[in-house]
Structure formats: C-alpha cells, structure tokens
Nanobody, 125 residues
C-alpha cells in the first residue's frame, strides 16, 4: 500500500510562488512514475505535470509550461511541484499521484493507482 501526503498549499497573490511537496511511503518509491493533478472549483480533475521514476523525463500541461517545475528526491521519497508566476486560474486542489508500473509517463488519471488527499492552492487577484 502506498500513501501520499501533500503539503505546501496556501493563499498567494497573483504572480507569487508556492512549492508543493508530496511525501510517500513505500519502499519502492524510486520505481514509481509520479504526477501532479489539480481540480479547480466546479471543474474536473486535470493533469498538471508528471515525472518518470528516474526523474530523467518530465512533461507538463500547456497551461503551466514554463511556470511550474516538477522534481523528485528519491532519497527522501518526495516529489515536488515548484509553481511560479501563479495566476488566479491556478486556484485548485492539487493532488499528487503514483503509477507503480514505472512503464511510461502518463497524463491520464486512470493510469495512476495511488492518490493523496489534496492540498488547496488559492491565488488571489
């Protein structure tokens, strides 16, 4: 069983920055591909960013490309999402997710087996 716990959310002004963390349990963290998703108010959950097990490959949604950076520290069993130049439309609950297959980097929700409880990010204008 894999547990994921997000932290780092909060209230920030337009143009500000936040760094989200997702700490995971499990002895095989380094074999998981990991992703960040978000769910804006009244909308469906959407892909934000993903990173392969080695950290060698990343991919981003067009809406965050150039502003957000996903990274991981396998020694700390933690994945991060650095968010810069935040906009009000980035307001959402942010979730980290783990794909234990380690086979490819995915952007669809159904490829991820484990999810955190989410952390709220609110960007004020």
């Amino acid at each position: 069983q894999v547990q994921l716990v997000e932290s780092g959310g909060g209230l920030v002004q337009d143009g500000g920055s936040l760094r989200l963390s997702c700490a995971t349990s499990g002895r095989t963290f380094s074999s998981y591909d990991l992703g960040w998703f978000r769910q804006p108010p009244g909308k469906e959950r959407e892909f934000v960013a993903a990173i392969t097990s080695s950290g060698g490959l990343t991919t981003y949604a067009d809406s965050v490309k150039g502003r957000f950076t996903i990274s991981r520290d396998n020694a700390k069993n933690t994945v991060y999402l650095q968010m810069n130049s935040l906009k009000p439309e980035d307001t959402a609950v942010y979730y980290c997710a783990a794909d234990p297959s380690g086979s490819a980097i995915y952007t669809r929700l159904y490829h991820y087996d484990y999810w955190g409880q989410g952390t709220q990010v609110t960007v004020s204008s």
